[in-house]
């Protein structure tokens, strides 16, 4: 069967739409906001290099085994799973790999929505000059007043919600394309802005040396949950595991290149995390302040330098605009494969698809932006809502889907297909693909988390 030539949910009108639109899914809170208090969690250095390893290469080759699925089956990762197993004469049941997806997107989003509500809320501060002078305690006490105000956070999630709803229900071209255009460049530059301004007031050579000369000793006691973090981060920050780039792959027209575009989005990706590093552990130095001090990091940070430098309100306001709009468009990306989903078999529109699946991750933000506050005290495993969704996503559920990912595209697809969807050829570059995703990818994956549960230990190999 020849594969279809256009999605029922629409196409990408050019290449560059693809390209801003799977880099807006990628490029969000988890590069500004979870990179930099994850690699500070873990001392710097050590962490950020095993993070690119595990980017270059386990995140490239699945993040192209992904477009490739999805171009090839053109539907939502449910319907696409199921048809590319039927064609390969093997079990429906792969549909599962897309169901998986969806429970992961609605616990990310769900959470996601909620730090974005954060970001919200710090836009208006920024304008109202509410960090104009301010100093370590006092950024640390404004972000303590918000979080511990479920009302206000829950305000903001709603807010928040309403713009992704609104986007996904008007499809792909006019909506998605659209959003991204101007905020991803517009967001670049200003995250240059800060690094220089970093550079020249901070703490930049003590933030450099700990970002990238590695202290593998930090990593004592703790390497395989450190080992399992990054990996979790590459997956997270990349959108890799389920079913987002595999859909945003569905509206790429055939003769764009897969690989060509994975190293750019990957590229501006990793780039973005590195520079938002660098943006922020000058100001961490220069203030006494401590790398490990966890999610609230850019936000008892960035004011600090905000409130300081000259027109500090006006770049205050800009760069927290500019984070809402890509993590805007990383959230979009969440919920875009319920919402095809939706649409190819339940016949809903897609307005009532969106708003449907919108409700109900806003529900389930609410337990997450209380579990802030008046729940603090109900754990899972030792951990509130929100932690317990990001750890559950980022280091098991996407990392798991990965796996998935890999052996399918890897193992079970025709090699045939893969080399006619990738179009390079069965040169040097395809087989060292298929090396690492037949092998590399998923071994990777497997003996981190074997490591990360202490199995390994168990048979004295870790
Ligand atoms: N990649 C996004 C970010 O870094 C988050 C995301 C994860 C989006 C998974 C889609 C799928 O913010």
């Not at 009302?151 to 499809?171: N, P, Q």
Request: hydrophobic share 60%; glycine share 12%; charged share 10%.
């Amino acid at each position: 069967m020849t594969p279809a030539a256009n999605s029922i949910h629409g196409m990408w009108s050019t290449r560059l739409a693809f390209i801003l639109a799977a880099s807006g899914s990628a490029v969000g809170l988890g590069n500004i906001w979870r990179f930099p208090y994850t690699a500070g969690e873990y001392g710097g250095g050590a962490f950020v290099l095993i993070y690119i390893l595990c980017v270059a290469l386990i995140g490239v080759p699945i993040m192209m085994a992904e477009i490739m699925l999805g171009r090839r089956g053109r539907q939502s990762p449910i319907n696409t799973m199921r048809t590319l197993a039927e064609q390969e004469g093997l079990s429906g049941r792969w549909q599962l790999l897309g169901w998986m997806g969806i429970l992961s997107g609605f616990l990310i989003l769900s959470f996601y929505s909620v730090i974005a509500g954060w970001t919200l809320a710090y836009v208006f501060r920024a304008a109202a000059g509410a960090f104009s002078g301010i100093d370590a305690s006092g950024a640390e006490g404004l972000f303590g007043a918000l979080v511990g105000d479920a009302e206000r956070l829950l305000a903001w999630h709603t807010i928040f919600m309403v713009l992704v709803v609104g986007v996904v229900a008007r499809g792909v071209a006019s909506g998605l394309e659209k959003a991204v255009r101007y905020l991803m460049p517009a967001l670049f530059v200003l995250l240059l802005i800060m690094v220089l301004y970093a550079a020249s007031t901070g703490n930049f050579n003590a933030a450099f040396a700990y970002l990238f000369a590695p202290d593998f000793a930090e990593l004592k006691g703790h390497a395989g949950e450190a080992i399992l973090s990054a990996m979790g981060q590459a997956f997270f920050s990349l959108s890799l595991g389920m079913g987002a780039i595999m859909i945003y792959g569905s509206y790429l027209k055939r003769d764009a290149s897969i690989a060509q575009n994975t190293l750019i989005v990957a590229g501006m990706d990793t780039l973005v995390a590195l520079l938002a590093g660098l943006a922020i552990f000058p100001i961490v130095f220069a203030n006494g302040l401590a790398p490990d001090s966890g999610p609230g990091l850019i936000f008892q940070t960035l004011p600090i330098a905000f409130g300081d430098m000259p027109a500090g309100a006006l770049f205050g306001t800009l760069f927290f605009v500019l984070l809402v709009f890509a993590a805007w468009t990383s959230a979009i990306s969440l919920l875009e494969p319920l919402t095809a989903w939706l649409v190819e078999n339940l016949g809903f529109s897609r307005v009532r698809a969106a708003v449907l699946g919108g409700v109900t991750v806003w529900l389930l933000g609410i337990v997450c932006l209380l579990s802030l506050n008046l729940w603090s005290d109900v754990t899972l495993f030792g951990k509130g809502f929100l932690d317990l969704f990001d750890f559950l996503t980022a280091n098991v559920l996407l990392p798991l889907g990965g796996i998935l990912i890999a052996v399918f595209a890897g193992w079970l697809l025709a090699r045939a297909s893969s080399v006619d969807e990738l179009d390079l050829g069965e040169g040097l570059a395809y087989r060292f693909w298929r090396l690492l995703i037949r092998y590399l990818a998923p071994l990777a994956v497997t003996l981190v988390f074997l490591n990360a549960l202490g199995v390994l230990k168990f048979f004295g190999l870790g």
